[in-house]
């Protein structure tokens, strides 16, 4: 009875260690902005009714094993916020390489790291779209996944066809929240 009481407590300590490690490792990633503060107001310059310019992105504390990243921009918030319908993408970029940190201030597809591929937003364009929203305060979650593995080219992905590919792939993932009220 001991030997079994002692090789459970072993076996529930080997999972703890793992779910620990695991969460852990996606703490350790962080995703900020020169631009705005997390949970704070996206400045208009990076919005429909400013310049519609992207805002500058750093990362921090990628796993061991990271080879490439991916960016997804999306607004749960659509189209009003008391009565969201749908998530509207702003962003969708992958195959960022694994030893990029950062995306300036209004880049563009052409301005990218060799091997970055961009997906689809939801106007059906590559590249960056700002906050655009018809009603309410929206919130814009800026999400970073880092990968084990470089995707293949998923031709213009949207959003879903991308979170596809990457499944079974993610290491971790970092998130920053904007929010933008017309």
Aim: hydrophobic share 40%; proline share 8%.
């Amino acid at each position: 009875m001991k030997k079994r009481c002692l090789a459970l407590m072993s076996v529930s300590l080997f999972f703890l260690a793992i779910s620990g490690h695991a969460q852990e490792v996606n703490t350790m990633m962080q995703l900020t902005s020169p631009s705005f503060e997390n949970q704070q107001r996206i400045p208009k310059k990076y919005t429909c009714d400013g310049e519609n310019v992207s805002p500058a992105l750093q990362w921090s504390g990628a796993p061991a094993g990271t080879r490439s990243f991916a960016l997804v921009v999306d607004d749960p918030d659509a189209p009003d916020p008391a009565n969201p319908k749908m998530t509207w993408v702003h962003w969708v970029l992958y195959n960022m390489p694994a030893t990029v940190d950062s995306l300036p201030e209004n880049v563009r597809d052409a301005d990218l790291a060799p091997g970055t591929l961009a997906g689809l937003n939801d106007w059906k364009k590559t590249g960056y779209g700002g906050p655009c929203p018809p009603i309410g305060s929206h919130r814009y979650f800026h999400k970073l996944y880092a990968l084990d593995t470089v995707l293949g080219d998923l031709n213009r992905p949207t959003k879903a066809a991308l979170e596809k590919a990457m499944q079974g792939h993610v290491l971790a993932k970092a998130e920053l929240i904007g929010t933008y009220k017309r």
